[in-house]
């Protein structure tokens, strides 16, 4: 598998300009006109009314400051695991943020394409950062013998966003080594039905941080709220440079209500959901094979990666149909000819599809 290998040092002193900082929500804010949006990949129609109505309810205890412990237990049952392996953060984002201030990593590397929170973290924390790009003639999948060996700090997601790959575990697991730290951001692993795949709640893989979100499955991205997985020696470095009180009561009681017994039932209804609403999205992509659009498939994530020529233009006049997707060219490893597609339910998806049809006959 031929994987290309990039840094600062090795390209003349610069890496190719992406713009880390853009997010699918800047693909339908500040927007008058009412988009169907399929650039944000938090799961539509959520929060649910009892989440709604249990955060709702914690407001009543806003005069006290946050108590986490009764939450961290609850995401550490969850997973098997004891308290001083949990620590909540605000978001994933702000675990990246811990991450690169914290540990003191000397040649951290992040596989691309993927999410690029965890590269603009370390490039503000001043560390300069390797990338390992996955080609697309490979599917975008991963091979562990990509990484530098002396790479101290390696940051992947699985299932990646924005590629939807999902890494077999083993191949993962095999990017762990004696004093190197494993950062796996598995934001939208609950989204995978059966979560396999996934690392959360193993011990057995030296250096293992794995990184969880509960905005996207529950609709939460405006109260942040996620959770590391790690060594306790770790968690405690990562919470000594927290700041006091970071996760507030609402979220707190939000941590506590979806990882309980009822809702990871809610969760894995939804996963299986999430996987027939991208089988039929892709059926309809695929009927576009021969205006040159090509799919990335297997997809495993609630969202799919498409190339096609000229994709700025077909945004663009998506936009004008009233449909928001997400731009790729801000991915390192992708171009101007990639987007990102949410999954959505059918009556949403066929009504996109049909816009795009449009977009794509008129050439």
Avoid at 140 to 167: C, E, K, M, Q
Wanted: glycine share 10%.
């Amino acid at each position: 598998m031929d994987t290309h290998i990039l840094t600062r040092t090795e390209s003349g002193g610069a890496v190719p300009a992406h713009d880390l900082r853009h997010h699918g929500d800047a693909e339908v804010r500040d927007d008058g006109s009412a988009l169907i949006d399929l650039a944000v990949n938090v799961r539509a129609d959520t929060p649910p009314t009892w989440l709604r109505e249990h955060i709702a309810a914690s407001l009543s205890g806003l005069a006290a400051y946050p108590d986490g412990r009764a939450a961290r237990a609850a995401v550490a049952e969850r997973h098997g695991l004891p308290v001083e392996r949990v620590l909540l953060t605000a978001g994933a984002a702000e675990a990246f943020v811990l991450l690169a201030r914290a540990l003191g990593a000397r040649r951290p590397v992040v596989v691309h394409p993927q999410f690029t929170e965890p590269e603009a973290a370390l490039r503000d924390a001043g560390h300069t950062v390797g990338r390992v790009l996955l080609r697309e003639a490979d599917g975008f999948r991963l091979d562990p013998t990509a990484v530098p060996g002396d790479a101290d700090l390696v940051v992947i997601g699985n299932p990646t966003n924005p590629t939807s790959v999902l890494h077999p575990a083993a191949d993962v697991a095999r990017l762990a080594r004696p004093g190197r730290i494993l950062v796996v951001d598995e934001a939208f692993m609950d989204a995978v039905p059966g979560e396999r795949e996934a690392l959360a709640g193993r011990t057995d893989v030296p250096g293992l941080v794995v990184l969880r979100s509960l905005t996207k499955t529950w609709g939460l991205a405006g109260l942040r709220i996620g959770y590391v997985l790690a060594a306790p020696e770790t968690v405690a470095e990562l919470e000594r440079a927290q700041p006091l009180w970071p996760v507030s009561t609402p979220a707190l009681a939000a941590a506590r209500a979806c990882v309980g017994a009822g809702a990871l039932a809610e969760a894995a209804r939804a996963a299986d959901r999430i996987a027939a609403d991208r089988a039929h999205l892709l059926a309809g992509l695929r009927d576009f094979a021969g205006h040159g659009l090509r799919v990335v498939e297997p997809a495993e994530g609630p969202f799919v990666l498409v190339r096609l020529e000229h994709a700025a233009t077909v945004r663009s006049r998506l936009r004008d149909l009233g449909y928001a997707v997400r731009r790729g060219d801000t991915f390192p490893g992708l171009d101007e000819r990639w987007l990102r597609l949410a999954v959505r339910d059918r009556e949403t998806v066929d009504g996109f599809l049909a816009a795009l049809g449009r977009v794509l006959a008129a050439g």
